[in-house]
């Protein structure tokens, strides 16, 4: 008997493609029985296979819920026989190093209700592909790891769907027989297929132009139902914030001629980073002074700047697998709470950052469902879009921040960007900027990602009158899990004050064990179970 039940996915067992899928050329032809082809032109990785005699290696592609049409290699259609379809898989034997692997599938768009793939939203059609829609579509590597350069042409209905938008900049357009019509859409930068995106409808388009430091023009579009158009001016002055303060605080430039928002009522997320075309659930774009409140504004503002920002942080460069969605998630999240505090209140925005930690992520650090920021194995990718990987991978690179202060931080974003364009990568290459760039030793902070719940320190406080010295005693709690067992402390940076009847009080060094302070930043690093630093010179009990 076929065993149905859901089989975990592990860290340990990632294997790297074999494939390199370099471009794929995609044609979506919309209708009520929507065909979607695509042309995958790949390679064999390692260029071998015409050295070994009768060598073959399975190429495998994933689909679900399709009906395969049309399967063929360098233009030779395949039979039945040639390759094998089961547990969503298709498999098919070759032996050839250069490839263009053609495939063409029938789905029906307006029947999918599961918002995954391509559906319909209102009188429209979108997609969702992350973290696995694409294979929804049509058959394909959908890996994180595999990233092409897409050309994708939509023809549809000239009447029902007059907008037909993709990733990238429009190459061309126009008619087609029996009152339809094309757009072809370039995304010259190389993706993975959770970033592709579709919209098509009758929609209403907002316009707007950004000016990059470089002086290159970019279109601001955002599209909208036609009684919405008159909504979507804060959320334009919003992304032009955020391009403004990337170019100026991280040094990112945006690269596309244009940037494109479509708002959707029935989206399953608050919005979608698709390279250059956005996905937005409606409330995070649509206000007016009539009928929003501060908070309306300002979720638009920081979801917006998020999904901008991703630009870099998740789409230029991208995770390795989905075990390392803080990747993406808690670094792009640091960075729109970074975006925040610098337009608005610093202060404010840390506590209620802070706060919703305590409120949320600590629940669910005490709940059944707890689990580290990069987990070891998972059974359903879509449960592990958690509070923890985006809030807790949030703070986790804020403490990195700490430990290194603003400067080195950006030479080390700086580093991981002029190596990791266009590639897909791990937590740790990240961190190894940092290290690199500091010449700080962080495998000790890594353990931040593997420990399930919450760490708890304990401090006492000492002070000799008579010595004038005051000591700070910490001792780390770890959590009780399975991870805690092979961690015995971590990493953890703390800016402290002493504050007397008269103001701050110098902080002098007389002696530490377990860390290390930097007096310039009165920045104490605990790296022990137990941790101990004795200030001298400290005139009066610290209050």
């Given at each position: 008997m076929k065993n149905n039940t859901p089989q975990p996915t592990y860290l340990k067992d990632y294997q790297p493609p074999y494939w390199d899928f370099f471009q794929v050329n995609l044609l979506f032809e919309l209708g009520e029985n929507t065909a979607v082809t695509a042309e995958y032109h790949l390679r064999y990785r390692d260029g071998k296979i015409n050295k070994l005699e009768n060598f073959r290696e399975d190429l495998v592609l994933y689909g679900k819920d399709l009906d395969l049409d049309y399967?063929?290699?360098?233009?030779?259609?395949?039979?039945?026989?040639?390759?094998?379809?089961?547990?969503?898989?298709?498999?098919?034997?070759?032996?050839?190093?250069?490839?263009?692997?053609?495939?063409?599938?029938?789905?029906?768009?307006?029947?999918?209700?599961?918002?995954?793939?391509?559906?319909?939203?209102?009188?429209?059609?979108?997609?969702?592909?992350?973290?696995?829609?694409?294979?929804?579509?049509?058959?394909?590597?959908?890996?994180?790891?595999?990233?092409?350069?897409?050309?994708?042409?939509?023809?549809?209905?000239?009447?029902?769907?007059?907008?037909?938008?993709?990733?990238?900049?429009?190459?061309?357009?126009?008619?087609?027989?029996?009152?339809?019509?094309?757009?072809?859409?370039?995304?010259?930068?190389?993706?993975?297929?959770?970033?592709?995106?579709?919209?098509?409808?009758?929609?209403?388009?907002?316009?707007?132009?950004?000016?990059?430091?470089?002086?290159?023009?970019?279109?601001?579009?955002?599209?909208?139902?036609?009684?919405?158009?008159?909504?979507?001016?804060?959320?334009?002055?919003?992304?032009?914030?955020?391009?403004?303060?990337?170019?100026?605080?991280?040094?990112?430039?945006?690269?596309?001629?244009?940037?494109?928002?479509?708002?959707?009522?029935?989206?399953?997320?608050?919005?979608?980073?698709?390279?250059?075309?956005?996905?937005?659930?409606?409330?995070?774009?649509?206000?007016?002074?009539?009928f929003a409140e501060d908070t309306d504004f300002m979720g638009i503002e920081s979801v917006v700047a998020h999904e901008y920002f991703h630009n870099w942080t998740g789409n230029r460069v991208t995770l390795r697998d989905w075990f390392h969605l803080s990747l993406k998630e808690g670094l792009t999240v640091f960075r729109d709470q970074e975006f925040t505090s610098d337009l608005n209140s610093r202060a404010v925005k840390r506590l209620e950052d802070a706060k919703y930690i305590r409120d949320y992520q600590f629940a669910e650090d005490k709940s059944p469902m707890s689990h580290p920021v990069r987990p070891e194995s998972y059974i359903e990718m879509n449960n592990f879009y958690t509070i923890t990987v985006y809030y807790k991978g949030a703070e986790i690179i804020r403490m990195l921040h700490t430990i290194l202060g603003e400067e080195l931080f950006q030479k080390g974003m700086e580093l991981y960007f002029d190596l990791y364009d266009g590639k897909a990568v791990i937590i740790e290459d990240f961190i190894n900027c940092h290290a690199q760039v500091s010449g700080r030793d962080f495998s000790q902070f890594l353990d931040w990602y593997s420990l399930a719940g919450t760490p708890a320190l304990h401090v006492q406080m000492d002070y000799n009158e008579t010595e004038e010295s005051c000591s700070l005693s910490f001792t780390q709690q770890l959590p009780s899990s399975p991870d805690s067992a092979k961690i015995s402390s971590l990493h953890i940076p703390l800016k402290i004050n002493m504050v007397g009847s008269k103001g701050h009080l110098p902080l002098k060094l007389e002696s530490v064990a377990g860390g290390q302070f930097d007096q310039e930043r009165n920045l104490l690093e605990l790296t022990s179970k137990n941790s101990s630093f004795v200030f001298k010179n400290i005139g009066e009990l610290p209050i």
């Open positions: 399967l063929s290699i360098n233009e030779k259609k395949l039979n039945s026989s040639e390759f094998k379809i089961e547990d969503e898989k298709l498999t098919i034997p070759v032996c050839t190093e250069d490839l263009v692997l053609k495939v063409k599938t029938r789905i029906s768009p307006f029947d999918n209700t599961q918002l995954e793939g391509l559906y319909q939203s209102g009188e429209i059609l979108c997609t969702q592909c992350e973290p696995e829609g694409f294979r929804k579509i049509i058959y394909s590597p959908d890996r994180p790891d595999i990233m092409m350069k897409y050309i994708t042409r939509i023809e549809a209905d000239k009447e029902k769907y007059p907008v037909l938008l993709a990733n990238g900049n429009l190459l061309e357009e126009g008619d087609l027989p029996g009152n339809r019509h094309y757009k072809t859409w370039e995304d010259p930068f190389r993706k993975p297929s959770y970033l592709c995106a579709l919209v098509a409808g009758n929609l209403a388009c907002y316009k707007e132009q950004f000016s990059t430091r470089s002086k290159k023009k970019v279109a601001i579009e955002i599209y909208v139902d036609p009684e919405d158009i008159d909504k979507c001016k804060y959320a334009a002055l919003s992304l032009k914030r955020a391009m403004k303060w990337d170019e100026d605080r991280f040094n990112r430039e945006y690269d596309l001629d244009n940037y494109k928002i479509v708002a959707v009522s029935s989206f399953n997320h608050g919005a979608m980073e698709n390279k250059g075309l956005n996905i937005f659930n409606s409330k995070y774009v649509l206000a007016s002074v009539d």
